[in-house]
């Protein structure tokens, strides 16, 4: 097969993995090395839904040997199969990167004739580009659950960021939709990055010259529709996982469906707009202080799609509001809808010279159209409204002026 032909299926294949942000690594390139990544990020373009392209964004391979329900490469379909070498990669990402083309490698595979196998190939790709190119890019690697610890371990010291895609929100539904996959090949690989990630972290505090294991950490990805899980299921998981595997992020892939198989739902359109929802839940549960069962409830287990998780929570606690912002806690701002990590920082220290005025709070960055229902800027209120849920819940949906903001699901580029 020619070189163009596998490029074409495995980067088309290579789409639906969500989980290829390239943040937190700072790598300095050697001298007479090439590339280097920053600790900013290394990705200056994005896809009209979000998603970074700088990457080159790749399988290894898509000939499958699990079947699994959800898979546009699962063993049964019936696509075009192909599989690129070690020394294809390598050089693949060497040229498209003096080209300019990239700044960095995202190498996920199909499981070919075995999880170490697959791994092994996938290792050595980026071996090569560390020790025989020098290559300083970013590198983001997934592992294949059920792969060795070696090779683990081997992948974590050669890549940036290292992934396990936990696919599916319980162990029920990878039973039902992918019985080939086992939720303790996925979880093990996950204890090990992130035990061997804390211990790289202390003894890179002993000492600079410790190698550094995956230091932009591990992420990983569930799809999202396929299977009857709440979100409140979904949020739980991800909280143990954050707490539990010292993991970077969760990616939230909305089901997109490419196969037809009667153990799959019938969707008119991707969930995309839950997706977004569980994603503005997930910064909630990482940098807001709150908690999945704080969220949602057993009685209400769903996200409410007509406001962000922050609004939703604010109109089910009314006896919160309003704030005063002008004695309120750090911790507390951050409850405010329209009020952020950034902007309560800068109340916090705005207020230790003079009050916050109204004025100050616009050029602060809070975000009124929320924010003025539920907080007072030295006892005077910036919203006279009925704080009813039901009533404010109007208000906040019609917004300022006369028309009701309806949400809209989105739509992935390509499907219309």
Known sequence: MELQEKITILSGAARYDASCASSGSNREGS??????????GICHSWADDGRCISLLKILLSNDCRYDCAYCVNRSSSPVPRASFTAREVVDLTMEFYRRNYIEGLFLSSAVNVSPDHTMEAMV???????????????????????????????????????????????SESLQRLAPQKKKEAILAPMKLIGAEAGASLVERRKSRKAPRFAPAGQSTQMII????????????????????????????????PVNSDNRLPVLSAPPLLREHRLYQADWLLRFYGFSAEEILSDDAPNLDESFDPKTAWALRHPEFFPVEVNRASYATLLRVPGIGVTSARRIIAARRFAPVTPEGMKKIGVVMKRAKYFITCSGRPFERV?????????RLLLGDGSEAKLPRQLVLPGMG
């Open 386 to 394: 009925d704080h009813q849920p039901a009533r404010l819940r109007q």
């Open 31 to 40: 001298a007479g090395g090439t590339g280097n990544t920053s600790q900013g």
């Open 124 to 170: 050595r790709v980026a071996e090569i580009l560390r020790n025989e190119e020098r290559f300083g890019g970013y590198i983001h690697l997934k592992i294949i659950p059920g792969s060795s610890p070696e090779l683990v371990r081997r992948a974590g010291l050669a890549a940036d960021r290292i992934s396990v895609n936990i696919e599916l929100p319980s």
């Open 225 to 256: 529709g396929a299977s009857p899980e709440t979100d409140l299921q979904i949020l739980r998981l991800s909280q143990g996982l954050y707490s539990r595997m010292n993991l970077k992020r969760v990616y939230y892939s909305a089901f997109v």
